[in-house]
């Protein structure tokens, strides 16, 4: 059984910092592309961040780059998501992800496990 559990989320200000993890267990966590994406109310939800299973390479959402970075520790089975310099529009439930199709994918439909979502809130 495969199971996604993040932490990490908060209230912070705005120009704060927040790191998020993932915790992941029940696949083998190398082979599997993982992703980080969020909803803010009202909206759909949206791509953040992900990372390679295969190669490490990473990619961002517009409107997240120079600003979060992603990274994996493939020993500890575990995805982050270094949040700098938040905005009130950062602001929404991140979920982390992961996908059997390993190589780096922004779509939605191609990540088969999701988290149940930490809460990050930025105040101005």
């Known amino acids: 059984q495969v199971q996604l559990v993040e932490s990490g989320g908060g209230l912070v200000q705005a120009g704060g910092s927040l790191r998020l993890s993932c915790a992941a267990s029940?696949?083998?966590?190398?082979?599997?592309?993982m992703g980080w994406f969020r909803q803010a109310p009202g909206n759909a939800r949206e791509f953040v961040a992900g990372i390679s299973g295969i190669t490490g390479g990473v990619n961002y959402a517009d409107s997240v780059k120079g600003r979060f970075a992603i990274s994996r520790d493939n020993a500890k089975n575990t995805v982050y998501l270094q949040m700098n310099s938040l905005e009130p529009e950062d602001t929404a439930v991140y979920y982390c992800?992961?996908?059997?199709?390993?190589?780096?994918?922004?779509?939605?439909?191609?990540?088969?496990?999701w988290g149940q979502g930490t809460q990050v809130t930025v105040s101005s």
């Open positions: 029940g696949l083998t966590f190398s082979r599997f592309a």
């Open positions: 992800a992961a996908a059997r199709f390993g190589r780096l994918t922004w779509r939605e439909e191609q990540y088969d496990y």
